[in-house]
């Protein structure tokens, strides 16, 4: 059965919860819009169905079920945590999840209104999130390293949505980026994907991180572009003062990388606006905006 065969309803889950989690099928079940390798469904109002629909979701999903309840008890804002796991079956032949549902609004359909507020808590998150991470803890080829491993995408998102008037500006960002020194430290905890889909909002300000699918060690710069790409113009600057821990090379890493998501934001907005799959209309005004802060905003 190919992903395209398997058509994810409410009586699917329904079914699901009735075979292997009985005692949760009776609370009410609600499709939540949005989502990328996973459809989600709102089960009652604490919990939240993930069903894969995409080749590489379940393994992501094992990863968070593995790591999540090691990370949750240190950060400071609600993640979500697994707390059953729906095996294979006949009816639905991936792995699944239900995991705590995190109250608040996904940061790409509403915005931040108190910057000041939304720096410091970012930085007190990502603070406690970057701690030296364990031998076994996961790798990724596709994020974590510096940036020169990453030039083929960053091109391809370049020429692709870059406006004419912002390119030397753009690419300027990016080239200062790759020149800048390695993360010499150990690997780090890391998100490994901050961008306004996955952080959640409630009266102006960020209530939550979602979707640890890439939480992997690395370099944190990777999770820093986030002063650029999820908080409003001006509040990077408060943003790394608070975060206390970042040096000029780490900060270059992490605009170039702000850089970076921007443009596939806007990419993925084009793609939507054309219908293609895949792609996010709501994305595409969220990447600009951020690409125009980082090129407002450098710090260093």
């Known amino acids: 059965m190919t992903d395209s065969e398997i058509e994810i309803t409410a009586d699917l889950v329904h079914d699901l919860l009735r075979e292997q989690h009985p ?5 009410a079940i609600r499709e939540v819009a949005g989502g990328w390798g996973n459809q989600m469904w709102r089960l009652g109002d604490e919990l939240a169905v993930r069903m894969p629909r995409t080749a590489g979701a ?18 400071p804002l609600p993640v979500p945590e697994p707390v059953r796991i729906g095996e294979p079956s006949a009816r639905f032949p991936k ?34 999130l970057h ?38 500006g753009v690419r ?26 996955n952080v959640v909002v409630t009266d102006g300000t960020l209530s939550g991180v979602i979707d640890f699918g890439d939480v992997l060690a690395g370099d944190p710069a990777w999770d820093l572009a ?16 608070a975060y206390g821990q970042a040096d000029a090379g780490t900060i270059r890493r992490a605009r170039g990388l702000a850089a ?6 806007m990419l993925m907005g084009q793609n939507g606006d054309r219908g293609l799959p895949g792609g996010k209309p709501a994305w595409g005004p969220a990447g ?7 090129l407002s905003d450098g710090l260093v």
């Open 172 to 197: 300027a960002v990016w080239d200062d980026a790759v020149a800048a020194p390695e993360w010499e430290g150990p690997p780090l905890w890391v998100h490994g994907d901050l961008h306004p889909a």
């Open 226 to 241: 986030a002063a650029w790409v999820i908080l409003p113009a001006g509040a990077a600057s408060p943003f790394f003062s």
């Open 260 to 265: 970076l998501k921007s443009l596939f934001l």
């Open 58 to 75: 379940p393994d992501l999903l094992r990863k968070e079920c593995r790591w999540l309840p090691v990370l949750a008890p240190r950060l």
């Open 131 to 168: 701690v030296e991470a364990p031998e076994d803890a996961p790798v990724s080829e596709d994020r974590g390293g510096h940036l020169k491993k990453y030039t083929d995408g960053f091109d391809h998102f370049f020429h692709a949505v870059v406006p004419d008037e912002l390119a030397d």
């Open 288 to 294: 600009r905006a951020a690409l125009d802060r980082v």
């Open 23 to 27: 005692d949760l099928a009776g609370l």
């Open 95 to 128: 792995p699944w999840t239900i995991m705590t549902w995190i109250p608040g609004e996904p940061l790409d359909r509403t915005s931040i209104s108190r910057g000041g507020h939304a720096a410091g808590t970012l930085a007190a998150f990502l603070e406690a």
